[in-house]
């Protein structure tokens, strides 16, 4: 099994930045992709980052230019930079890892983003 932990939420105004991070443990040596998904209210969850075991990454088109995925194998934790927040960018992000087996999700913090 793998254990993830996020950090990072919290309330900023429009055009500001924030930075969530996310420590898997656990079997991490199982661990292929790593990344974000949110979920806003009344909304279903939709990917906002991902990047795979070899650093190719994915993001959807409404964060690209103003979010960064990044990652470090050596400590098995996944980080979404995250910059020019806009008030749609409101939601839960949960952290997501794929497994050689399973997937697994954080519990999620809470980004909110006044205009």
């Known amino acids: 099994q793998v254990q993830l932990v996020e950090s990072g939420g919290g309330l900023v105004q429009a055009g500001g930045s924030l930075r969530l991070s996310c420590a898997a443990s656990?079997?991490?040596?199982?661990?292929?992709?790593m990344g974000w998904y949110r979920q806003a209210p009344g909304k279903q969850r939709e990917l906002v980052a991902r990047?795979?075991?070899?650093?190719?990454?994915n993001l959807a088109d409404s964060v690209k230019g103003r979010f960064t995925i990044s990652r470090d194998n050596a400590k098995n934790t996944v980080s979404l930079q995250m910059n020019s927040l806009k008030p749609e960018d409101t939601g839960v992000y949960y952290c997501?890892?794929?497994?050689?087996?399973?997937?697994?999700w954080g519990q999620g913090t809470q980004v909110t983003v006044s205009s």
């Open positions: 656990g079997n991490t040596k199982s661990i292929n992709a």
């Open positions: 997501h890892v794929v497994t050689t087996w399973f997937d697994y």
């Open positions: 990047i795979g075991g070899g650093g190719s990454t």
